[in-house]
C-alpha cells in the first residue's frame, strides 16, 4: 500500500504570493493533520480535518486554509506568502480523529522556500 | 497548554554506545506518547508508541522508550547505536486531542 503523499516535493514562491499544497492519506484514512516545521524545530500544528470537517486549528494566521475532498485528499492553502513561512509541510494521515489509540503517518513533506 | 521539551539538542556517539535521549512534556491527564525518527532526506516515521499498560515499549530497530507518569516522562533507549541510526529523533504527545505536540528534536550523529 502507498503511504501519504504530497506534492511538489519542493516549491518557490516570492513574498505575497500563494500556494496550495496537496495530500493524499493512506487509503482508508478518514483524517489528514497538516504541520509545518521550520528548520530546527519540531512539527507544528496546523490544521485537521476529519470526514471534510476542519477538527481543529493550531496558531496560525487567516492567511492558512485548508480543506479536504470527498476522497479524503487534502489541500493546505497559504496566502500572502511571507519570509517566515519557509518551511517543510507536512501532510499525517490517520483512520480517526481522537480516539485513544489513533496514529498519525507521515508524508515526504513539501519544501517550501519563499523569496 | 501542552508542551513537550527534549533537553538533548546535539549527540554524538561512537558506534556500540548506549543511548538516552530525554524527553519531558507537561499535561496532568491521559496522554499518548511516540518517538518519532527522520532519517536524513527521509520522512518522519514512527519508532515506537504508548498508549497503555506496560510503561517499557518496545519499537523498531532495537530501540526502547520508558514512561514514568510521576516523573512526565518517555526518554528513548538503545543499548547499542549503529551509524545507521544517525538521524534526527522527535518525542510527541498526544492528549487524545486532534494534534500532536513536538519536541524541538534531537539530532544523534554516530560515528564509524
Known amino acids: 500500500d502507498a503511504g501519504v503523499t504530497q506534492s511538489p516535493t519542493h516549491l518557490i514562491k516570492t513574498r505575497g504570493q500563494h500556494v496550495t499544497l496537496r495530500c493524499s492519506p493512506i487509503s482508508g484514512h478518514k483524517s489528514v493533520s497538516w504541520y509545518q516545521q521550520v528548520l530546527g524545530q519540531g512539527p507544528q500544528f496546523i490544521f485537521q480535518?476529519?470526514?471534510?470537517?476542519?477538527?481543529g486549528r493550531g496558531n496560525f494566521p487567516d492567511r492558512f486554509s485548508a480543506r479536504q475532498f470527498p476522497n479524503y485528499s487534502s489541500e493546505l492553502n497559504v496566502n500572502a506568502l511571507l519570509l517566515g513561512d519557509s518551511a517543510l509541510y507536512l501532510c499525517a494521515s490517520s483512520f480517526s480523529t481522537s480516539s485513544s489509540y489513533n496514529e498519525q503517518f507521515f508524508g515526504p513533506g513539501t519544501r517550501l522556500t519563499v523569496l | 497548554a501542552q508542551s513537550v521539551s527534549q533537553h538533548n539538542h546535539h549527540v554524538i556517539l561512537s558506534e556500540a554506545a548506549s543511548l538516552e535521549l530525554g524527553c519531558n512534556y507537561s499535561?496532568?491527564?491521559?496522554?499518548?506518547l511516540f518517538w518519532y525518527v527522520q532519517y536524513p532526506g527521509q520522512h518522519l516515521q514512527l519508532l515506537l508508541k504508548y498508549f497503555s499498560g506496560d510503561p517499557l515499549v518496545k519499537g523498531i530497530k532495537g530501540f526502547e522508550a520508558e514512561f514514568i507518569k510521576s516523573k512526565f516522562s518517555f526518554n528513548l533507549r538503545k543499548p547499542s547505536v549503529q551509524w545507521s541510526d544517525t538521524a534526527e529523533y522527535f518525542c510527541?504527545?498526544?492528549?487524545?486531542?486532534?494534534?500532536?505536540?513536538f519536541g524541538t528534536g534531537t539530532r544523534l550523529k554516530v560515528l564509524a
Open positions: 510527541a504527545v498526544n492528549a487524545g486531542t486532534y494534534k500532536y505536540i
Open positions: 499535561y496532568g491527564g491521559t496522554v499518548n
Open positions: 480535518y476529519y470526514e471534510k470537517e476542519e477538527r
